[in-house]
C-alpha cells in the first residue's frame, strides 16, 4: 500500500442560517478525489474561497465532512481512536501567534502533545522535546521563553516542533510561511524540506503563492469553488497547464519562474469570482472561462486523464 491518504467523493456543505429566511447551502467541497503518496507534498492552490482551508480542516477533522470517506494508512478516518489519529496527521497554521498558547513556554507547548497522548515519562519528554527543538533550528534556552518572545519564523520553528512530537506520517500546511518575510520564507521551506526527508513525511502544502507552490510541491492540485479542476504531477501542470483556469493562474503569477511572460489575465476571466453559494449550471468556471462552449454550461465536466494529468475541461 502506497497511499498514505485516499480520499473518496468529499463533500462539505456549510449551512448559512439567514435570519427569517430559509437557509442556503454553501458547497465548499464538491466530489473532492484525490491520493497522496508517501514523502509526496501535494501542493493546493486557487483563489480565495474556493475551499482550500476546508480541505485542510475536513482532512484534519477539525470539520466534518458532509459526505464522502477518508483512509488514512488504508484505515477509514472512522475507524480510528482520536488518539492515534491525531498520532499520525497533524496541522500547522498559517498564524502560528494565533495557534500557540501565548500563556505557555515554549517548552511546554511542544511537550504537551507527547503529556497528552503517552504515557512518557518526564524526564524522556525532556529529551524528546530538546532534541525536537534542535531538529527544528531552535535554540536550547528558547525553551523557558514565551511564544510573543519569538521572531514569525521562530515561532513558526515551534508550532512545526509541537506538529512533529507524535511523529506523525502526514503534515497539513495552511499557508506556513505567508506571514513570514521572503527570507524567512527561505529558510522555513528549507527546513520543511529537511524534516520531510528526516521523518517520511507527506504535506499537503496550501499557498497563494505559486512560486512557494512551485518550490516545495511534487504534485499540484488547483482548486476552483470547491472542485478539483486539474492535478497532475508539478511540472506537468506549471509548463504545460491544460485546464483554463490553471493556465490563468499561472499566467497571472508575477513571479513565476516558468520561462513565460507574464501577461494580462484575460478580459473574460477578470470579475469577481463567484461564490460557492451560487454555484451556475454546468461547469463553474464556465462565466469566466475564454473558452466556454454550450456544453459547459449544461454538464459539470468530470476530472479526467489527459496528458499525464488528470483534467475537469471539455475543451482541454
Ligand atoms: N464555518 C463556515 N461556515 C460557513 N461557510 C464557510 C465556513 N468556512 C468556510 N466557509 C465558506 O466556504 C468557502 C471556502 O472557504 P475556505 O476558507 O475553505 O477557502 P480558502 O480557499 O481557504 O480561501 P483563502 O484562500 O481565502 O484562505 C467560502 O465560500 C467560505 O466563505
Ligand atoms: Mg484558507
Known amino acids: 500500500m502506497n497511499n498514505i491518504l485516499e480520499v473518496k467523493n468529499l463533500n462539505k456543505v456549510f449551512e448559512i442560517k439567514k435570519f427569517l429566511k430559509k437557509s442556503l447551502s454553501l458547497k465548499a467541497l464538491s466530489d473532492v478525489n484525490f491520493t497522496l503518496g508517501q514523502n509526496v507534498t501535494l501542493g493546493i492552490v486557487g483563489e480565495s474561497g474556493c475551499g482550500k482551508s476546508t480541505l485542510a480542516k475536513v482532512l484534519t477533522q477539525l470539520e466534518i465532512e458532509t459526505s464522502g470517506e477518508i483512509e488514512l494508512l488504508g484505515k477509514k ?19 502560528p501567534y494565533q495557534s500557540l498558547n501565548p500563556r505557555k513556554k515554549a517548552f511546554d507547548i511542544i511537550a504537551d502533545p507527547l503529556r497528552i497522548n503517552t504515557d512518557k515519562s518526564e524526564e524522556e519528554i525532556r529529551e524528546l522535546v530538546y532534541s525536537m527543538m534542535k531538529k527544528v533550528g531552535l535554540r536550547a534556552e528558547f525553551a523557558q521563553r ?41 529558510q522555513v521551506l528549507n527546513l520543511l ?6 521523518f517520511s513525511l507527506s504535506y499537503i502544502f496550501i499557498s497563494h503563492d505559486l512560486s512557494v507552490i512551485q518550490h516545495i510541491s511534487d ?13 497532475g ?84
Open 77 to 95: 478516518y472512522k475507524d480510528y481512536k482520536p488518539r492515534e489519529f491525531h498520532s499520525l496527521i497533524q496541522m500547522v497554521f498559517q498564524d
Open 146 to 186: 514565551y511564544p510573543h518572545h519569538f521572531s514569525g519564523g521562530q515561532r513558526q520553528r515551534l508550532g512545526i516542533a509541537r506538529a512533529l512530537m507524535l511523529r506523525p506520517r502526514v503534515l497539513i500546511l495552511d499557508e506556513p510561511v505567508s506571514a513570514l518575510d521572503v527570507s524567512i520564507q527561505a
Open 193 to 198: 524540506l529537511d524534516l520531510q526527508k528526516e
Open 219 to 231: 504534485k499540484i492540485l488547483v482548486m476552483y469553488l470547491g472542485r478539483i479542476v486539474e492535478y
Open 233 to 316: 504531477p508539478r511540472d506537468e501542470i506549471f509548463l504545460n497547464p491544460k485546464h483554463p483556469y490553471t493556465k490563468i493562474l499561472l499566467e497571472s503569477a508575477p513571479t513565476l519562474t516558468v520561462g513565460k511572460q507574464t501577461k494580462e489575465i484575460p478580459e473574460s476571466a477578470k470579475g469577481e469570482i463567484p461564490s460557492a453559494l451560487y454555484l451556475p449550471k454546468g461547469c463553474a468556471f464556465s462565466p469566466r472561462c475564454p473558452m466556454v462552449t454550450p456544453e459547459c454550461l449544461q454538464a459539470i465536466p468530470e476530472l479526467l486523464n489527459k496528458d499525464n494529468r488528470l483534467v475537469a475541461c471539455f475543451n482541454a
